[in-house]
């Protein structure tokens, strides 16, 4: 789960690390107030999407300019304009795609005076299975593109969860950094208190880019991007509650509320698979005969018949949605199961594109049957390649 960029500076706030005064608006007429609670002479308004590059976007409507969604004002009335010329309107960047998404809040802020801009990253490293920090002096840039083009300027730390952080890792990360003086004390305290936040909150994932040094040789976090691990948010019903369900694609929220794992993608073939090793072969095999899978769709090999039917109807809400391709192997899924929830889906919502089933497994002779008596119009398959052939012709014709 990830959260927006005030959200995690509250928490950042909260564990004391230096960040600055700032406020949330949600509608353009609290602008003006929100800005003249905060001290200026410079404030910063910033767009709050579940996306990064934010800065070098742009905003398809032509009147909100080409500025990005980081704006400076040195007014309040002039972070009360920049703030309505966001809210309500799309912002694409290199992480939305053309799509974008819709600014429903912005952020406003002091301004910094920045000396020098830091990449600064707590991640979890699944090769290692631990947490790993990751730091550059190449801060405000796209990480991606440091690793590309200069990575010896990048830093990767592991932690030893037998010790935890300990001070010597901060001043390393400091004289990665070229911190000196008392920047590589204020370095060792702010990483440790990094570090104990990432573990309390069962975080994935915290960026801070950039970590600058202000004129005045502070330490200070001027951005922050949180993800959480959805398995672990039963333990901490605070940050669950963080979630905004305007930055989750509709299907996938839906999906959700069933337990089902579900991710779209672009593509025109809907998948519905038991397993996620045999939904990343569906989808591969797809590509293999020519075309894109539409959604990753594990119902899990407990599914009742009712989390089928709904996973059935999530498929079909999607517009770019071709063709639909069941490919279930049961173990402790049972093949019947999946043929009476496919059948109920059929009859609630209609069935308007082709639809292959390959069925393999427990009670797979019983689940044929009861396809084939229903009456519909299903494409049988006999394998997984052959599934993957037929429901690409009958998509391509």
Same mark, same amino acid.
Request: hydrophobic content about 40%; some cysteine; charged content about 25%.
């Given at each position: 789960?990830?959260?927006? @960029?005030?959200?995690?500076? @509250?928490?950042l706030?909260a564990?004391?690390?230096?960040v ?8 353009? @007429?609290?602008?003006?107030?929100a ?10 308004v ?6 990064? #590059? ?20 040195r ?30 809040r ?6 910094? /005076? ?21 730091? =550059? &002096? ?10 590309? =083009? ?7 730390? &592991?932690?030893?969860?037998? &010790?935890?952080?300990?001070p ?9 950094? #070229? ?9 060792v ?10 573990? =309390? ?12 040094v ?10 922050a ?23 989750v694609?509709? !299907?996938?929220?839906?999906a959700? !509320?069933? /337990? ?21 072969? &569906? ?8 075309? @894109? ?27 770019n ?19 009476? #929830?496919?059948?109920?889906?059929? !009859?609630?919502?209609?069935?308007q594109?082709?639809?292959v ?14 396809i ?5 119009n299903?494409?049988?398959?006999d394998?997984? =390649?052959? $599934? $993957?052939? !037929? ?7």
């Amino acid at each position: 789960m990830n959260i927006h @960029e005030y959200q995690a500076k @509250e928490l950042l706030r909260a564990a004391g690390a230096p960040v600055g005064d700032g406020r949330v608006v949600l509608r353009a @007429e609290e602008a003006k107030t929100a800005a003249g609670q905060i001290d200026g002479p410079v404030w910063v308004v910033k767009a709050q999407i579940h996306a990064g #590059g934010r800065g070098k976007g742009h905003f398809k409507e032509a009147d909100a300019g080409e500025k990005g969604g980081v704006r400076l004002a040195r007014s309040v009335e002039e972070a009360e304009m920049e703030a309505r010329r966001m809210l309500g309107r799309t912002l694409v960047t290199i992480q939305t795609g053309e799509a974008g998404k819709q600014v429903n809040r912005v952020y406003i802020e002091d301004g910094a /005076d920045i000396a020098r801009e830091l990449y600064l990253a707590l991640l979890l490293d699944r090769g290692t299975s631990r947490i790993s920090f990751v730091c =550059s &002096t190449e801060g405000g840039m796209d990480i991606e593109e440091v690793a590309h =083009s200069t990575p010896e300027k990048i830093l990767t730390l &592991t932690i030893d969860p037998s &010790t935890g952080y300990q001070p010597f890792h901060g001043r390393r990360i400091a004289y990665a950094l #070229g911190l000196e003086g008392g920047q590589v004390k204020q370095c060792v305290s702010l990483m440790g208190t990094l570090y104990k936040l990432f573990v =309390s909150k069962d975080m994935e994932m915290l960026e801070i880019n950039p970590l600058i040094v202000t004129k005045a040789g502070q330490l200070h976090c001027l951005d922050a991007k949180v993800g959480f691990d959805n398995n672990a948010l039963y333990r901490h019903p605070d940050i669950a509650a963080l979630a905004d369900e305007t930055e989750v694609d509709p !299907k996938e929220l839906a999906a959700q !509320k069933f /337990d089902l794992n579900y991710i779209a993608l672009d593509g025109e073939i809907g998948c519905m698979v038991n397993g996620a090793g045999l939904a990343m072969a &569906t989808m591969d095999i797809i590509k293999l005969y020519g075309a @894109e899978p539409a959604n990753f769709l594990d119902v899990g090999g407990g599914a009742t018949k009712e989390k089928v039917t709904e996973a059935f109807k999530i498929i079909t809400s999607d517009p770019n949605v071709k063709g639909i391709l069941v490919n279930i192997f049961g173990g402790i899924m049972r093949c019947d199961i999946i043929a009476e #929830g496919i059948i109920a889906a059929v !009859k609630e919502v209609g069935l308007q594109v082709p639809l292959v089933v390959r069925l393999e497994g427990t009670n797979v002779d019983l689940g044929k049957q009861i396809i084939r008596d229903s009456g519909l119009n299903v494409i049988p398959a006999d394998d997984l =390649s052959d $599934a $993957a052939e !037929k429901v690409v012709k009958a998509v391509r014709g």
